[in-house]
């Protein structure tokens, strides 16, 4: 133990050249991303984006809904861990906390880049109006947002405190980040418990809630038959189920491989079942979804499926369900191919493939909205690309930054924490 | 209070496009934006083929789509049920734009006239009513029949076309055309109420 507790925190407080090498990209992706905000779409507006009749929603909207349901992963291992206490997923709920937490800010940022007028983005608590499903998304994302900082708060407090004594040069910095609670005695440790298993188990309906008012800012739209349907909802939570938990096995496969993570590789593979055994709840929504369209033939919803099927949005539609469900869950469910880099690969494919889903889930419908479908393609203009692949940079950034101040993985001690330090 | 509406007759519409001219030097809308159009299209085949034709603009709904989700309040109704937006307060979110069931609602995003030498001085005037990167749309001539005017889509119409009034008064011209030649509202089905009748 004391070895592997030391080399965490080696790794804390080594800076190598990686690590420069790494941040001096991603600084640069962030800054090109920031300067053509700045220089296009803050003086000219949304007129230099692709976004245009009909559509109104494009690649921010899109990557919004992503990273919202991405923030899922989060609480599905944090729910595991402190609500029904199975404490074998515990090394990996850290970085489980830490993506949560960053997914859901750089969904709001993408809210903020898609506004026409981001200087009024307060309007939104000045002049709310609760009727409002976008409402009902601010107020929801706030309070799950604060449900998962409690978490984060209460099961990394104990490291925390545990660096402050390990690394004085750091003391100061590591108290500050205690909020000044540092009492790590067996009585603060069992109070903290009862904190997270309260706040894990209320993250549930909280994740539930966070989904489907999401998947409501589309699917109570009457106006556009492709997302006026009840399966959205369900649909959004499946898919952040499945996505969220594919980042999470995905990071913890990278972490193990390049930042040396001590993940045993049977949790990876357990991730991996789990995976494989929420991927096809997916596949069923998507499947009820198509089974109701194919068979009613309603005009409407029918060309936006055979649009989806056979148009211009077939390569990501079938992308999405072969690559991104159909193969992860053969390589998933396969034994023989579910080692690490099965498991990697696999999440990975499920993550691009969410992607696809939500593309084809918010643009495709825009088509087939008014008396006459407009048929047309929309592909994001390189303002908003530059502008997305900065707000990755920006994700990327927090956590390569929160893993050098906070210790991914549990630091382990179960001997003094019985004695209490 | 009384509700205004209009009801359009198609058979009398030749597709001349007048309304849209005169929306446009009325309300002095950019580029890329209509508050009113005409949609044509052509029926049946050959030698039965014809053009049909039909003048579009915001239906202000009793039950508007667009209102309900409007996150800040910025889109609101009238007591005559015209609905308007407050520019001040748009965050140009483009939620109203996709559930209005019309597509009538524009985003006037870059600020840029119809010539590339600029703003004409009447473009600069007529522009000054309106914001960038906010939704705009039709407020049924809020300003002229306010003063006892009708709307200018409805006073140019060559054919009279369209008639503009008091859909709750049971005498009056609308409601009369709406009774006696059966009007029908776009996408009836969806239960927003249109203030636009047309009829055929």
């Not at chain 1, 992308?319 to 990975?348: E, Y």
């Amino acid at each position: 133990m004391r070895v592997a507790q030391s080399h965490h925190l080696n790794q804390l407080t080594h800076l190598g050249a990686g690590f420069y090498c790494v941040s001096a990209v991603l600084a640069g992706l962030l800054l090109w991303g920031l300067y053509t905000w700045g220089s296009q779409q803050l003086i000219y507006g949304l007129g230099v984006t692709a976004l245009n009749v009909p559509f109104y929603w494009g690649a921010y909207i899109v990557n919004f809904v992503f990273f919202v349901g991405l923030s899922a992963g989060g609480i599905v291992v944090a729910s595991m861990v402190h609500a029904l206490g199975l404490e074998r997923f515990r090394p990996v709920s850290r970085i489980a906390e830490v993506l949560a937490i960053s997914c859901l800010t750089l969904a709001t940022m993408f809210i903020f880049f898609d506004l026409g007028r981001p200087d009024r983005f307060l309007n939104l608590l000045k002049y709310a109006r609760p009727m409002s499903p976008l409402i009902w998304d601010v107020i929801v994302i706030t309070l799950y947002m604060g449900m998962a900082l409690i978490l984060a708060y209460f099961s990394t407090r104990v490291d925390l405190v545990r660096c402050m004594e390990k690394i004085p040069s750091r003391s100061r910095f590591y108290r500050w980040l205690t909020l000044g609670y540092t009492d790590v005695s067996p009585r603060a440790l069992a109070r903290d418990k009862i904190i997270l298993r309260v706040f894990a188990v209320l993250a549930i309906p909280g994740a539930v809630a966070l989904h489907s008012v999401t998947a409501w800012i589309f699917g109570l739209l009457k106006a556009t038959p492709g997302w006026n349907t009840a399966i959205l909802a369900p649909l959004f939570v499946g898919s952040a189920l499945v996505s969220g938990l594919a980042l999470v096995t995905l990071t913890s496969v990278l972490g193990r491989q390049f930042l040396k993570l001590d993940i045993e590789e049977k949790l990876i593979r357990d991730m991996g079942k789990l995976l494989a055994f929420l991927i096809p709840v997916l596949g069923y929504f998507l499947f009820a979804e198509w089974i109701t369209v194919m068979y009613a033939q309603e005009p409407a919803r029918l060309s936006l499926f055979q649009e989806l099927m056979f148009g211009n949005y077939a390569t990501v539609f079938w992308f999405d369900l072969l690559l991104g469900l159909i193969i992860p869950f053969v390589i998933l469910a396969v034994p023989g191919t579910r080692t690490v880099a099965g498991v990697g690969l696999a999440s990975a494919l499920v993550v691009v493939g969410v992607l696809a889903e939500r593309v084809n889930l918010v643009v495709a419908p825009l088509m087939f909205r008014f008396l006459v479908p407009q048929i047309t393609f929309y592909v994001p203009s390189w303002v908003e690309l530059s502008v997305i692949l900065g707000t990755y940079a920006v994700g990327v950034l927090v956590f390569v930054v929160l893993a050098k101040i906070l210790p991914l993985v549990e630091i382990e001690e179960p001997a003094s924490r019985r004695a209490g330090i | 209070m009384a509700r205004k509406g209009m009801v359009i007759d198609l058979k009398r519409c030749i597709g001349c496009n007048a309304c849209t001219i005169a929306c446009k030097a009325e309300n002095a809308t950019p580029p890329q934006v209509f508050w009113a159009r005409v949609l044509e299209g052509e029926v049946g085949k050959y030698p039965s083929a014809r053009r049909v034709f039909l003048p579009v603009l915001c239906n202000h709904c009793k039950n508007a789509p667009c209102l309900e989700v409007c996150p800040t309040g910025a889109t609101h109704q009238r007591e005559d049920g015209v609905i308007l937006v407050d520019y001040d307060k748009c965050i140009g979110c483009r939620a109203c734009m996709a559930a209005c069931p019309y597509e009538a609602r524009y985003f006037w995003e870059n600020g840029r006239g119809y010539f590339p030498e600029g703003l004409t001085p009447f473009e600069e005037v007529g522009y000054r009513k309106f914001q960038r990167k906010v939704v705009q749309k039709c407020t049924l001539c809020a300003h002229r029949v306010d003063n006892g005017l009708e709307p200018a889509c409805v006073a140019t119409c060559p054919t009279n076309c369209r008639v503009f009034g008091d859909l709750d008064d049971p005498t009056s011209p609308v409601s009369r055309l709406i009774s006696e030649r059966r009007g029908f509202q776009l996408r009836a089905e969806l239960g927003t109420d249109p203030s636009v009748y047309y009829v055929q």
